[in-house]
């Protein structure tokens, strides 16, 4: 029974490792991408007055009932969003202790609604590809990742600085998902994981069009 248990942790960790490796490919195609597509072209926003809050139903897609097929690119850019959302969602719940401007905290409760829905489909793409979920970024600073580092930084943060450092980490995290659905949209290979990709980076460049765009929104950090 412990030689079984030792050689499934073995598996376990040699897929982890080829996982964070289609990470990386993941990553560099969405740049590639994002560079042809031209940087910021979903980060144009309307006026302000035209903008319109981000639906939920927007990014939400109904749990498979069938199998589907996941490849190494699926099954990276699931595993590197769940840690994603996860830490944007704990960044809202943090904020909602400390003092934030009210159209930014208006656009968090939508994030919000939005994130939750996502990481139930994302988990349900999972069960029905049957891959289990794997936590192979813990404690890698990864690009858009809310860190338990940056979630201790805005902590300590004045009240002041509150919105404008939230805001900061947030459009981070909001941009760098639009680069990783361009990424799975080009190179995944499940056209159930490759639809949902194309509704989050709709939703998401709706939520960076919002936040850059409400009213009062600060350009700069207090006192800088």
Known sequence: MDEQIMVERRGLRVRAGRLVG?????VATAVAVGLSQGWGRTNQAPAA????????????AAVPSAPVVLNGTDDAFIQLLIPMNEGALALIDQLDTRPADASLRALLGQVR???QAELRDLR???AAGNVPELNIHEGHQMPGMVT???LAELRAASDAEVSFRAADLIRAHLAQTVVLCR???TAGGSPELKALAGRIQQARAAELNTLDNRPGAPTAAPGG
């Open 49 to 60: 007055s035209s903008v319109a809050a981000p639906s939920v139903a927007a990014s939400a």
């Open 113 to 115: 609604k939005t994130h």
């Open 22 to 26: 289609v990470v990386a490919t993941l």
């Open 124 to 126: 349900g793409l999972l």
């Open 148 to 150: 338990e580092a940056s």
């Open 183 to 185: 990424g799975e949209q």
